[in-house]
């Protein structure tokens, strides 16, 4: 995985992998979108055209190569982004699940009393 966080405007992480064919990468597609939505992580955009050799899917803030080899090859993602740091999964993984600091919360300001309308004198 690659972190392009200062390379990119659209996306923080990319994922380049290889599948061996393209039912392969049909069957990757499947698993890949069960996880995703597993961790109810949006899918904003999927290409997988039948035939192409690449799969791409973009859940904003990773965005998912995947490739036959030979289009793997032929495109070389990875020398476009020779400046991004390699990111293990896992690690990765550990700094999602992390838990967040909390804010404290702020106080609200006092309310303005309320007016009270005047009481109708009977007559």
Not at 75 to 96: C, Q, R, S, T
């Amino acid at each position: 995985m690659l972190s392009v966080k200062d390379q990119s405007s659209i996306t923080d992480y990319l994922v380049i992998a290889t599948g061996t064919s393209d039912p392969h990468l049909r069957a990757l597609r499947v698993e890949l979108e069960k996880v995703i939505d597993a961790e109810r992580v949006n899918i904003v955009g999927m290409d997988t055209s039948e035939g192409s050799g690449w799969l791409v899917i973009d859940a904003f803030d990773i965005m998912i190569h995947v490739f036959t080899p030979e289009t793997r090859e032929k495109y070389a993602l990875e020398n476009l982004w020779k400046d991004a740091e390699d990111v293990a999964v896992n690690e990765l993984a550990k700094a999602a699940a992390a838990p967040k600091p909390r804010k404290k919360p702020v106080a609200a300001a006092p309310a303005a009393p309320k007016k009270r309308k005047p009481k109708k004198s009977a007559e």
